[in-house]
């Protein structure tokens, strides 16, 4: 039988001698007469001629094809030029890791350390969000919050999937985009009840819960440390499609009660850096009009998505007053969260996550904003935030004012990141002084000593 990878390639008079090929080969298998094995062997070799005229057929129409006003040409091209980027052998804890199994365990060991929280403690805050998180768990959700739920009907399901792109790699479970694309109306269906239960039960299931991690070296690092591999994760299709409805909920709430804070422009309706940008710059060239010189400090947080206090959120989106059922579901979305690191047809055993949220989806931004939604600000400084990015800023005529308000503002931050676990990349966080001319005596600005 030919495989069905190869299915695309079948031309219709293939199709029609591979069942006459069949047909034969079950009358030898049968008779195990030699005439019958000789036509058995003729028609296999016009057929394989023939897949393969087909084969060439199609490429060379696919490359007639190309051309350079759609950027199909430079799309292929960049496809054949790109090389296949092969993981070294590895050093782990127990020497090199030499085999795509253990290379695939040796990361998968690494990410487990880098999906946990930051060493950092404030027993006040933690009681707090113990107390908090517990109590909501012990609350049962009324029938009347359960029965005001609307449902998701099918042809929103049919919208989100049409919108899908099919270039997007799978989960674990291997369904494709494009499989999702050529589902039949019954399975439309089914696949909607499937997420008016996941809202009704509020329960997200384990098995969408468990990404697969393709590594990837980051730029000029060494590729012999598995710590120098940058995770990205591919999640089911399903989940992803569901996470969507789950969105869509979330941002009603946040719209509603006008929740996020304006100075937070990441993954906001018709904000986008370039917004941010402009409103940094302008604050600046206000300044130079009045003859005051501008101090900022901008940020960077270490791990900022893989990093990220589950029950902290948990407690803030409480503390946010989300409806019950749907903070009920987004609890069993962020708990328990697994993933496995793939390499070649090598897949690593489970390993647990135990902070951040998994990536993949506009929710995965959102729901850090929230996290950081209440940041401190000052009166004296401009705040600026692009999801996990921050700017602080300040101006003044006397440099010392503007670094006396930059001062300030950090220190509320330092306490602020000790009691939600973040942690700062210092090497990476910079202090930048904006003035006309040269000036001798820089302001000092300080955070983390």
Same mark, same amino acid.
């Given at each position: 039988m030919v495989k069905k990878s190869t299915a695309t390639y079948i031309h219709a008079n293939i199709?029609?001698?591979?069942?006459?090929?069949?047909?034969?080969?079950?009358?030898?298998?049968?008779l195990r007469n030699p005439l019958i094995k000789?036509?058995?062997?003729?028609?296999?070799?016009?057929?394989?001629?023939?897949?393969?005229?087909?084969?060439?057929?199609d490429q060379t129409e696919e490359l007639e094809a190309l051309n350079t006003e759609d950027g199909t040409l430079w799309r292929k091209a960049k496809i054949m030029r790109k090389k296949a980027q092969k993981i070294p052998a590895l050093l782990g804890e127990n020497g090199f890791a030499y085999s795509d199994s253990i290379k695939a365990e040796t990361i998968a060991l690494s990410l487990e350390k880098q999906f946990s929280l930051n060493d950092l403690s404030h027993r006040q805050t933690e009681n707090e969000v113990k107390k908090s998180t517990e109590n909501f768990s012990t609350l049962p959700l009324t029938n009347n919050q359960i029965d005001n739920l609307k449902?998701?009907?099918p042809s929103e399901v049919i919208k989100v999937i049409k919108n899908l792109n099919i270039k997007k790699a799978c989960g674990l479970d291997c369904i494709t985009n494009k499989m999702l694309k050529n589902l039949p109306c019954t399975m439309i269906f089914e696949f909607t009840e499937i997420i008016n239960n996941i809202f009704k039960f509020n329960y997200f299931p384990k098995a969408w819960k468990t990404a697969v991690v393709v590594p990837i070296l980051k730029p000029g690092k060494d590729p012999t440390?598995?710590?120098?591999?940058?995770?990205?994760?591919?999640?089911?299709t399903l989940s992803k499609l569901t996470k969507n409805f789950i969105l869509?909920? $979330?941002?009603?709430? %946040?719209? /509603?009660? &006008?929740?996020?804070?304006?100075?937070?422009?990441?993954?906001? #309706?018709?904000?986008?850096?370039t917004h941010q940008l402009l409103r940094v710059v302008e604050y600046i060239t206000s300044g130079f009009e009045k003859g005051e010189c501008?101090?900022?400090?901008?940020?960077?947080?270490?791990?900022?998505?893989?990093?990220?206090?589950?029950?902290?959120?948990?407690?803030?989106?409480?503390?946010?007053?989300?409806?019950?059922?749907?903070?009920?579901? $987004?609890?069993?979305? %962020?708990? /328990?969260? &697994?993933?496995?690191?793939?390499?070649?047809?090598?897949?690593? #055993?489970?390993?647990?996550?135990?902070?951040?949220?998994?990536?993949?989806?506009?929710?995965?931004?959102?729901?850090?904003?929230?996290?950081?939604n209440d940041i401190p600000k000052t009166h004296k400084t401009l705040l600026g935030m692009y999801a996990d990015d921050t700017a602080i800023l300040a101006k003044n005529k006397n440099h010392k004012y503007t670094a006396a308000a930059l001062n300030h503002h950090l220190a509320k931050l330092d306490d602020w990141f000790l009691k939600w676990k973040i942690a700062l990349n210092v090497n990476k966080t910079e202090a930048v002084y904006f003035a006309k001319g040269r000036r001798k005596h820089k302001p000092i600005v300080k955070i983390k000593n």
């Open positions: 199709e029609d001698l591979i069942k006459t090929r069949n047909k034969t080969k079950k009358a030898w298998q049968t000789t036509e058995l062997n003729r028609i296999e070799k016009l057929i394989k001629k023939l897949d393969k005229n087909s084969r060439q057929k449902c998701i009907q440390q598995p710590e120098n591999y940058r995770p990205i994760s591919l999640l089911s869509d909920k $979330l941002n009603e709430h %946040l719209a /509603e009660n &006008k929740i996020l804070c304006p100075e937070q422009f990441g993954f906001r #309706k018709s904000l986008t850096t501008t101090g900022a400090v901008f940020l960077d947080v270490q791990k900022a998505f893989d990093r990220v206090w589950i029950q902290g959120l948990i407690h803030k989106l409480i503390r946010y007053k989300t409806p019950p059922h749907l903070l009920q579901l $987004l609890k069993s979305y %962020l708990e /328990e969260k &697994k993933f496995a690191v793939k390499i070649g047809n090598s897949i690593s #055993k489970a390993k647990i996550m135990r902070a951040g949220i998994q990536q993949g989806g506009k929710i995965l931004s959102v729901l850090y904003s929230l996290y950081v």
